[in-house]
C-alpha cells in the first residue's frame, strides 16, 4: 500500500464575505487515526471539499500522496471519501450502486463484494438504498469509500445514525483500517467515539487549526495537577495537606481536590497523618472537557447570544 499522506498547506477560501478557511495547515499521516474536530462553520466541511477538488481554494495548496486529487487517473485507488451518506440514488440496490461506482474506476465485481461483506451489509446488499436507515447508509458509504482498496479514507460524521452495536463496530473497523497502514481522517462532534478512536487530533476554529496534537497529550495537557480524595475527615485532610499542596478545597461531602500535589504524595501525607482514605484518583479530563476549552473562543453563535437577541 502506497503512501497517501493528505496534507493541507496554509489554504484560504471566501464565500462572498464569509472567510471560510483562514491559513488552514494540517497533515494526515498514515497508520492513525485523525480527528478532526471544531464548531459548525469551523471549517472542516470546506477543508474536506477542497481536497477532493470539490471547492477550489483561493490560496494555498491540498495533496494526496503528493499530488493534488483531481490529478489522479484513479482517485478512489488513492483517497476514498465519506462527505454524504444520503447521496444516493434511492432506486438503486446497494449492490448496483457500488457495481456502478466500480465499473467507473475500471475495478471487478469481485471488489464490491468483499467490501460488502468488510461493512456488514451482505444481506440487505440486494434491497434498494431507499428503505436504508441512516445507519445502513453510513456502512454503505464506508463500502464505497473502501472500493478501490485506497491508502487513505476521509469519512464526515461515519458515526451518525449508527446504534451502539454499529458505534462499537465503527470504532473497531477504523482503528483496524489505521493499524493496516492508512492515514485516516475523521470528521465528528461526537467526542466520545474519538476519544476512544482517535490517535491524533487537528482541532479548528473560525477556518484555522487551534490545536495539531495526540489525543494522549491533549488531555494530558487539560488535566492539569488535580487529584481527588474521598475521606471520612475532610477538615483534618485539608489541615493536613494545605501546607504541602498548592490547593486543597472541599467539593463534596467526603470529598476534596487538591492542587500541585502528585497523587503518590497526597497519600503519603494523609497515611502520616494517621487519615484513612477511601479513594484517591488523579483527574482525567474528557476529550469533550479539553475541546470545550479550546474551542470557547471560536464559536460562531452562543445560546447567550440567542438569549440576549430574544430578549430584545
Known amino acids: 500500500m502506497g503512501d497517501a499522506t493528505i496534507e493541507v498547506n496554509g489554504l484560504c477560501k471566501r464565500f462572498g464575505p464569509t472567510l471560510a478557511l483562514d491559513g488552514m495547515s494540517f497533515a494526515v499521516r498514515p497508520g ?32 494526496v500522496g503528493g499530488r493534488p486529487y483531481r490529478s489522479i487517473q484513479r482517485p478512489l485507488s488513492t483517497l476514498g471519501s465519506l462527505l454524504d451518506a444520503s447521496a444516493l440514488q434511492p432506486g438503486r440496490t446497494a449492490r448496483n450502486h457500488l457495481l456502478w461506482l466500480a465499473h467507473s474506476q475500471c475495478l471487478p465485481a469481485s471488489r464490491v463484494d468483499e467490501v460488502i461483506g468488510a461493512v456488514g451489509l451482505a444481506q440487505a446488499a440486494r434491497r434498494k438504498t431507499g428503505g436504508y436507515s441512516l445507519g445502513m447508509r453510513q456502512r454503505l458509504g464506508i463500502a464505497a469509500a473502501l472500493l478501490g482498496d485506497p491508502p487513505a479514507l476521509m469519512l464526515d460524521e461515519p458515526f451518525n445514525g449508527l ?46 487549526v487551534v490545536a495539531d496534537t495526540s489525543v494522549a497529550d491533549l488531555i494530558a495537557a487539560f488535566s492539569g495537577d488535580r487529584v481527588r480524595v474521598r475521606i471520612s475527615d475532610p477538615v483534618a485532610a485539608i489541615a493536613a495537606l494545605r501546607p504541602r499542596a498548592g490547593t486543597v478545597a472541599a467539593t463534596g461531602p467526603g470529598e476534596l481536590t487538591t492542587t500541585g500535589l ?51
Open 163 to 208: 446504534d451502539p452495536a454499529g458505534i462499537v463496530w465503527m470504532r473497531g473497523f477504523l482503528r483496524s483500517l489505521a493499524a493496516g497502514g492508512r492515514a485516516v481522517l475523521v470528521s465528528s462532534h461526537l467526542m466520545s467515539e474519538l476519544e476512544d478512536t482517535a490517535d491524533h487530533l487537528v482541532i479548528v476554529g473560525r477556518g484555522r
Open 32 to 63: 492513525q487515526v485523525t480527528g478532526f474536530i471544531g464548531p459548525n462553520g469551523a471549517g472542516k466541511s470546506t477543508t474536506m471539499r477542497v481536497i477532493l477538488g470539490l471547492d477550489a481554494a483561493d490560496a494555498g495548496i491540498a495533496l
Open 262 to 312: 502528585p497523587a503518590e504524595q497526597v497519600v503519603a501525607v494523609l497515611s502520616a497523618a494517621g487519615l484513612p482514605f477511601s479513594e484517591v484518583s488523579a483527574h482525567r479530563a474528557s476529550l469533550a472537557e479539553a475541546y470545550l476549552e479550546l474551542t470557547a473562543g471560536e464559536v460562531e453563535f452562543r445560546a447567550a447570544d440567542m438569549t440576549t437577541e430574544v430578549a430584545r
